[in-house]
């Protein structure tokens, strides 16, 4: 049976993209209304806000190779220098007019960028899915999105997932290791529970897909063809993403958020808005830095 810890009492407003950074020995997570970017110590359960220029509804983080931040937002795609936390424009402005937002984002075994646009209140699938390579070209690789989450990548580059939270379901497609062309995207897994909202995903070292299911109080780990393995309980109704991390890449780093909830329900669920560690008993695999 998984064994879950609440590691930091955070009671961020909406905890986002949890990301392990293994030669700080950190978790980096958002808060995306802080906005903020958090540094977590699990050692000694020290969380640091660390000081820089951020977009409103910062809803995705990467690390580039010269170790600068990659951050998705509501005017698009941005480089942080964490030295002078200065925000500069890097890609995507034109793909968020009015009513849009970038949400989530995570790299391909190769070091492109993948990340998603939605709908501001994540309702209308006006969005769409793409892909930033090294040079800077950014692609659009699927439309329509409502509320685009995920994406993951198989432990081989091969293969892609990514979610649209509203539509309750996981979507896999194919990929070149070496163009980084996508081809057409099929289901993975329908979670059929009205609860059942699939949203921030990472793959472990097995090829498993373990993702967050927002409003219904679980992590849920698909097998690599798709089958749901199990769920684990995490005793808020709103988990967000997932990262695995650790000194020895064996601790499934769960977020969550408070918005949104009634006061009665913060009352049954305090913890949330919490970081969470999981173990599962697997182990993961570092995510890779963005290669341009």
Known sequence: MAKVECVLDAKATLGEGPLWRGSQKRLYWL?????????????????????????????GMVFD?????????REGIHRVDPAEGRRRP??????????????????DRQGRLWTGTGDIDWVK???AFYRLDAAGRLDQVAKPVACSNGPAFSPDGKRGYYTDGNARHVLTFDIDPATGEAGPHRPFHVFQ??????????????????????????????????????KVKIPVPQPTSVSV?????????????????????????????SLFAVRTGGRGIPETDFAG
Do not use: I, Y
């Open 245 to 273: 991390g650790g000194e020895n890449m064996d601790l499934l780093f769960v977020t969550s958020a408070r918005v949104g909830l009634t006061d009665d329900q913060l009352r049954e669920a305090p913890l949330s808005g």
């Open 193 to 230: 529970g009205e609860t059942e909202g699939p949203d921030g995903m990472t793959v472990d070292a097995s090829g498993c897909v373990w993702v967050a299911l927002w409003g219904d109080g679980h992590v849920a780990q698909l097998a690599p063809g798709g089958k749901l393995e199990r």
């Open 65 to 73: 190779r010269a170790g600068r931040w990659v951050v998705v937002d």
């Open 90 to 107: 890097l890609a995507g402005q034109e793909a968020v007019g009015p009513g849009l937002t970038f949400n989530d984002a995570k790299c």
């Open 31 to 59: 808060d995306l209304f802080g906005p903020a970017v958090h540094r977590f110590d699990p050692a000694t359960g020290k969380d640091e806000v660390l000081k820089a220029e951020l977009g409103a509804a910062v809803g």
């Open 125 to 127: 699938p006006v969005g």
